[in-house]
């Protein structure tokens, strides 16, 4: 007689992170816990609300046009690189140069461009304003590239500080809009050698950056849409999701803590600080994006219905400090989600690392219905059932169970059964805010 496979493991059932108890051929295992994805808090609500200004305020927040300077960093050469190239960004991170972010926002043109050059035998960049030295590097065998962007002239703007490293072959030099960094480079030994150029001062994100967040979020969208319909399927959605989260990420701390409201990249209504009702006077029909830098929260639905996103829906949030990805697609009326719904969930910390795709039917955001998980654990001192499907039979968050002993018997799958220490409730597709 065959006999069957128990999980008595840790696992986690979104935003709710009850413990399962795992046992392999009813011996019973104790196993660490992944560490909570906590990035919001069980609930129903989909906070955000749009109001119509009649008398729109002009002056505090508006959009300019920028180009986003993007920073990366190769760990072997010690070298920091700074392009505008979305393309080139990316063929370096696949080389593996770390992605640390935006240096800062340029103008698309100005009377000072900001020369890049290239020493072909070091393998190292360098970046001026000044002709002379370009012409300088060029007649000792460096290699000029191209104008790599524009110093900003109007109003002064943002100083961009350059600093140089004496003792280094590679990586001599660096720039950064951040005082705090120059300072600290200046008291390891990096001579200070001033301002090199100066970026914009901005309250809002440029357009050509928000399409790429637009176009990077479609993309996730359509790969956890396409991996629900081919079994829940887990392959490349750690990878596009942590493209989007780098991007979400770059953006944390660069504007204040309100929410933007944006239509085919530009600006269409926002919040006041600390606030989370946008007021707009320029929306119109078609599909909106908000988003919340200071909580890394993306919006996305295909328009507004009773002052709230309405229609095919993707929401998406990334963590603090340690990988986190949170993301959810599917129809919202009512401000909530109804309907069949996808949601994806990755967390990583030191000691384990699991992703998992759940899809199901929702009502006003529960999971309501049969609904279906796909786990995987990427890294972890568990030995068993370390990737697997299973399935939930769920009634308004509330999963049927049957009380087997101490513990709450609430699926079977062909390969695991699981059990909860506790009656689960409140299990939804996406969690609602909380300050």
């Given at each position: ?7 008595v493991g840790?696992?986690?059932?979104l935003s709710l992170?009850a413990s399962?108890?795992v046992?392999a051929q009813d ?8 560490e909570?994805?906590?990035?919001e808090?069980?609930g129903?609500?989909n ?6 200004r ?5 002056g505090?927040v508006?959009?300019q046009?920028a ?10 050469s010690?070298?920091h ?7 080139e960004?990316?063929g370096l991170?696949a080389l593996?140069w ?11 043109s100005s009377?000072t461009p900001?020369f890049?050059l290239?020493n ?5 960049h360098h ?6 030295e370009r012409?300088g590097l060029?007649s000792l065998?460096w290699?000029f590239?191209k104008i790599g962007w ?9 100083p961009?500080?350059r600093?140089y490293n004496p003792?280094?072959?590679?990586g001599?030099?660096n720039?950064?809009?951040d005082?705090?960094?120059?300072n600290?480079l200046?008291?390891?030994g990096w001579?200070l050698?001033?301002?090199?150029w ?8 440029p357009?050509?950056?928000?399409n ?5 979020l479609n993309d996730f969208?359509n790969q ?5 319909a ?5 392959t490349?959605l ?5 493209i989007?989260a780098d991007?979400?990420n770059a ?9 933007y ?12 600080i600390?606030?989370d ?6 929306v119109?029909?078609?599909?909106v994006?908000?988003?919340q ?5 993306i ?13 095919s829906?993707m929401y ?6 340690k990988?986190?990805i949170?993301?959810?697609a599917?129809n ?6 109804n309907g069949d ?12 690392a699991?992703?998992?795709?759940t899809?199901g039917?929702?009502m006003?955001?529960f999971m309501n219905?049969?609904v279906d998980k796909?786990?995987?654990?990427l890294?972890s001192?568990?030995t068993?059932?370390m990737?697997?499907e299973w399935?939930m ?10 009380k087997?002993g101490?513990?709450?018997y ?5 390969t695991?059964n699981?059990?909860y220490d506790?009656v689960?409730q409140?299990l ?6 909380e300050?």
């Amino acid at each position: 007689m065959k006999k069957k496979l128990t999980a008595v493991g840790w696992m986690t059932a979104l935003s709710l992170m009850a413990s399962l108890p795992v046992a392999a051929q009813d011996v019973a295992v104790d196993v660490k816990a992944p560490e909570a994805v906590v990035l919001e808090t069980a609930g129903s609500t989909n906070e955000v609300s749009v109001v119509n200004r009649t008398e729109p305020d002009p002056g505090q927040v508006y959009q300019q046009d920028a180009i986003t300077m993007y920073r990366l960093y190769n760990r072997n050469s010690g070298e920091h690189f700074y392009t505008a190239d979305v393309e080139e960004r990316n063929g370096l991170k696949a080389l593996g140069w770390e992605f640390e972010g935006i240096g800062w926002y340029a103008p698309s043109s100005s009377q000072t461009p900001v020369f890049r050059l290239y020493n072909p035998n070091a393998g190292d960049h360098h970046y001026t304003t000044d002709a002379q030295e370009r012409d300088g590097l060029v007649s000792l065998g460096w290699v000029f590239e191209k104008i790599g962007w524009y110093s900003n002239e109007a109003n002064g703007g943002v100083p961009v500080y350059r600093q140089y490293n004496p003792n280094a072959a590679t990586g001599s030099h660096n720039y950064t809009t951040d005082a705090v960094e120059n300072n600290a480079l200046g008291k390891l030994g990096w001579t200070l050698e001033g301002i090199g150029w100066y970026g914009m001062s901005l309250n809002c994100p440029p357009e050509s950056l928000i399409n790429e967040i637009t176009n990077t979020l479609n993309d996730f969208e359509n790969q956890m849409r396409t991996n629900a319909a081919n079994h829940r399927d887990l392959t490349n959605l750690h990878d596009k999701g942590m493209i989007l989260a780098d991007l979400v990420n770059a953006l944390y701390g660069q504007f204040e803590n309100r929410y933007y409201m944006f239509q085919n990249g530009r600006l269409a209504g926002y919040s006041p600080i600390n606030n989370d009702t946008i007021e707009t006077s320029n929306v119109g029909e078609g599909q909106v994006l908000i988003f919340q830098p200071k909580r890394k929260k993306i919006q996305k639905a295909s328009g507004l219905a009773d002052a709230r996103p309405a229609g095919s829906a993707m929401y998406f949030r990334t963590g603090s400090g340690k990988q986190k990805i949170q993301a959810a697609a599917g129809n919202l009326s009512n401000g909530f989600f109804n309907g069949d719904t996808i949601s994806y969930t990755y967390s990583e910390d030191p000691n384990n690392a699991y992703e998992e795709l759940t899809t199901g039917p929702a009502m006003d955001n529960f999971m309501n219905g049969h609904v279906d998980k796909h786990t995987h654990y990427l890294k972890s001192s568990v030995t068993r059932m370390m990737d697997f499907e299973w399935f939930m039979d769920v009634e308004r968050g509330v999963p049927k169970y049957e009380k087997i002993g101490n513990y709450y018997y609430v699926c079977h799958s062909n390969t695991i059964n699981v059990y909860y220490d506790y009656v689960p409730q409140n299990l939804v597709f996406w969690p609602r805010d909380e300050a």
